[in-house]
């Protein structure tokens, strides 16, 4: 990325450019990255296609101002915090669901380290997690504003990502190239078995620190302290004023669940 796409990166995210790669910038970048981009898979249910390059990521969270899910959010993210002079690495993890890790390259989350050594788990693309980087370091519980965070030793020397007791992904440590999640992310987007296929989501964590959700045509705002506020849309004009208003996105189209769309 030049100091152009840079600087076009942080003001979608109404960041200044830090002065150092350091561990509270960092901090800040992911914050102000969940608040701004949401996570959505709304590509899926366009029929639009979900292109695999640091270029085309960027493109579409800055220039087309969109959204993504773990491999477009966290594989932009990367982008910059490489340009910004982190030095990152793309690891696989596989999400589990029913207490078992799920297909390899299921998720992609980023291994970030500052310039004082110090080494940070990175995820802006997982939906509901943490608010802040956890530190790869730590072998307690790390409290943050999104619950409470344990990385546990599991097998083959990945890491058990455990948010409130409940484990979320497994993780691997070895390097990889953001190619390399190619067969996950199709897996993601075609498999009639995946979430993404069988949901539509919009999420966002808003800059209090609730949430704004958007499944289907249900609105859902919930505040820091647990108050929730539900309701169902009318229709195609109400859902894209959500979009905009909650998430910042300008769709022409409401998606449509692929599901439904199909013979």
């Known amino acids: 990325m030049d100091d152009a796409a840079v600087a076009a990166y942080l003001e979608r995210i109404g960041a200044g450019r830090p002065e150092g790669a350091t561990a509270e910038a960092l901090c800040d970048l992911h914050r102000r990255h969940l608040t701004a981009v949401p996570f959505e898979n709304l590509s899926i249910h366009l029929g639009e296609d979900i292109v695999l390059t640091d270029e085309a990521l960027v493109d579409k969270i800055v220039g087309a101002r969109r959204g993504g899910f773990c491999y477009e959010l966290n594989g932009a993210f990367a982008a910059l915090l490489d340009a910004l002079g982190y030095r990152v690495t793309r690891l ?36 509901k997690h943490s608010h802040h980087p956890l530190d790869l370091a730590g072998t307690g519980d790390q409290h943050d504003p999104g619950g409470t965070f344990r990385l546990v030793p599991a097998a083959e020397g990945d890491l058990d990502v455990l948010q409130d007791c409940s484990p979320q992904y497994r993780l691997e440590q070895r390097a990889r190239a953001l190619r390399d999640f190619e067969v996950g992310c199709w897996y993601n987007r075609t498999s009639p078995r995946s979430h993404f296929t069988r949901s539509l989501v919009c999420s966002r964590l808003t800059e209090e620190g609730g949430r704004a959700t958007l499944s289907g045509r249900t609105l859902v705002l919930s505040a820091p302290d647990g108050r929730r506020e539900e309701r169902e849309l009318a229709d195609q004009d109400e859902v894209l004023a959500a979009y905009r208003d909650h998430f910042g996105l300008a769709l022409d189209r409401e998606p449509v669940l692929l599901s439904a769309s199909r013979p």
């Open 92 to 127: 696989a993890a596989r999400v589990f669901s029913d207490g078992r890790p799920g297909i390899p390259y299921d998720h992609l989350a980023l291994r970030v380290e500052a310039a004082d050594g110090s080494a940070w788990l990175a995820d802006v693309g997982f939906g």
